[in-house]
């Protein structure tokens, strides 16, 4: 069973390099399920872990990774926030784009976590010193439904359009704390 590895101070890290999160192509990134490190980068950035200086260094020490790997996997992960399952809604619309930076979609992901992330246990400070291996969330325990209907929800829109909407969704929250993605 896989567990989330904590610094001495109680702030968590993720415990696998960041190749198994961000280059599918890697053979570390079949060591974690897609909702496994949805949860592990949604408690990242819970915790302000920057990644971009990470994910920077991995492209700087792979060379062999295309331009596109990262935009691609941040892209799957939106998509199957956005969708509740395995998609390429985003993907499609955003992966051949190399003039939008990977930190604008690591930005938007963050976004898209942020909305739905809300972990069962959040006090890392209570934490004993030392390193503590907690046992891992599951990604239902985690993660608010929110979905997307991506079939109704860009009818007669633009491209451009679109693509506006994917990268800056207007959302916001009931009286009942449900949210709603306006189009």
């Known amino acids: 069973m896989e567990t989330t590895t904590y610094y001495r101070d109680g702030n968590p890290k993720l415990h696998k390099s960041i190749r198994t999160y961000f280059d599918n192509f890697g053979y570390e990134s079949e060591s974690l399920s897609i909702e496994q490190k949805l949860v592990e980068l949604a408690v990242a950035f819970h915790a302000d872990i920057d990644l971009m200086p990470l994910i920077n260094d991995m492209k700087d020490n792979?060379?062999?990774?295309?331009?596109?790997?990262?935009?691609?996997?941040?892209?799957?992960?939106?998509?199957?926030?956005?969708?509740?399952?395995?998609?390429?809604?985003?993907?499609?619309?955003?992966?051949?784009d190399s003039t939008i930076p990977d930190e604008i979609?690591?930005?938007?992901?963050?976004?898209e976590i942020a909305i739905r992330f809300s972990?069962?246990?959040?006090?890392?400070?209570?934490l004993s010193t030392g390193r503590n291996n907690i046992k891992p969330w599951s990604f239902a325990e985690c993660f608010k439904t929110i979905h997307w209907d991506f079939n109704s929800m860009f009818k007669g829109?633009?491209?451009?359009?679109?693509?506006?909407?994917l990268l800056e969704p207007t959302m916001e929250k009931t009286k009942d704390n449900i949210l709603i993605i306006k189009h």
Do not use: C, Q
């Not at 979609?105 to 976004?111: G, M």
């Not at 972990?119 to 209570?126: A, F, I, L, N």
């Open 62 to 96: 792979h060379p062999e990774m295309s331009e596109g790997t990262v935009r691609g996997v941040i892209l799957s992960y939106i998509d199957y926030l956005r969708a509740g399952h395995e998609s390429d809604f985003t993907w499609l619309v955003f992966y051949e």
């Open 105 to 111: 979609f690591l930005n938007l992901l963050k976004k």
């Open 119 to 126: 972990p069962s246990y959040t006090d890392w400070s209570s």
């Open 157 to 165: 829109m633009s491209k451009t359009e679109v693509r506006k909407r």
